[in-house]
């Protein structure tokens, strides 16, 4: 009970700093930290996200969201959730763990090459760059949202450096943009694994409350920081998670 509580604040407030990146503490912690199996993690992560997403992004709502690019990416990934959830279904979970860590390697890498922000046809702007941001935010969106049901994560660790490096949104832009992305990847991904999944509520509770309240907390106080400073520090907890990830998968 006390490693969910723990875990699930720090679920949420890398949620509100980052615009991302709980999913892939969320179910890591659950499987190895909490003890349910990767069926069972997946679903929770994808609600307690879902959840935390959404609390976190209510301070942010009357600013630095991306509405088109919401709508856009968020619309593309509701069928590839349940196109990823199928293939998932298909594959070992450990290989999925594997591969889990991987990717987020590749966003951690990516993060961090690139450091200089510069606005791109997606970012706010005049409505003449849509029809070059539209191609783009559609695949983002079919990526992110097969990823989402394939490995029952919300896409904030992707979703934000896709953001950022592809559509050229800024750093504080692309946070919240990414929240309201995550909540909708979360609900299509969680209604594609919910066949069969029964709610535990005592460890589900115990970890989604303090990741919500930690969520809004962050998200108030993450207006104080760089965007430099938040985009080294996400790169670095995708590092350590996927070593986390990848030793634990390993050594099971």
């Given at each position: 009970m006390i490693a969910a509580l723990a875990l699930g604040l720090i679920v949420g407030i890398v949620l509100g700093?980052?615009?991302?990146?709980?999913?892939?503490?969320?179910?890591?912690?659950?499987?190895?930290?909490?003890?349910?199996?990767p069926a069972e993690a997946i679903p929770t992560s994808l609600l307690v996200v879902g959840a935390?997403?959404?609390?976190?992004?209510l301070p942010r709502f009357k600013e630095g969201l991306n509405w088109p690019v919401v709508a856009l990416v968020g619309a593309a990934g509701i069928p590839a959730a349940w196109g990823g959830a199928a293939v998932g279904r298909l594959l070992d979970p450990n290989m999925l763990m594997l591969a889990f860590a991987a990717i987020m390697v590749i966003a951690g890498i990516r993060m961090l090459v690139r450091t200089k922000e510069s606005e791109g046809s997606c970012s706010t702007g005049p409505t003449r760059a849509?029809?070059?941001?539209?191609?783009?935010?559609?695949?983002?969106?079919?990526?992110?949202?097969?990823?989402?049901?394939?490995?029952?994560?919300?896409?904030?660790?992707?979703?934000?450096?896709?953001?950022?490096?592809?559509?050229?949104?800024?750093?504080?832009?692309?946070?919240?943009?990414s929240l309201a992305i995550i909540v909708i990847n979360s609900a299509a991904g969680f209604s594609a694994h919910a066949a069969g999944y029964t709610i535990d509520w005592v460890p589900v509770l115990a970890f989604a409350v303090p990741a919500i309240v930690g969520?809004?907390?962050?998200?108030?106080?993450?207006?104080?920081?760089?965007?430099?400073?938040?985009?080294?520090?996400f790169a670095m907890l995708i590092f350590a998670v996927a070593a986390w990830v990848t030793v634990g998968t390993v050594t099971a």
């Open positions: 700093v980052v615009g991302g990146g709980g999913s892939i503490i969320a179910v890591p912690a659950l499987v190895y930290g909490v003890g349910m199996s935390s997403s959404l609390a976190a992004l849509f029809r070059s941001c539209a191609p783009k935010a559609v695949a983002v969106g079919v990526l992110v949202g097969f990823l989402t049901g394939l490995l029952g994560v919300g896409g904030g660790f992707l979703i934000t450096p896709a953001l950022t490096i592809l559509l050229g949104l800024r750093m504080k832009e692309a946070v919240g943009t969520s809004i907390v962050a998200a108030r106080l993450a207006r104080r920081l760089r965007d430099h400073h938040v985009r080294i520090s």
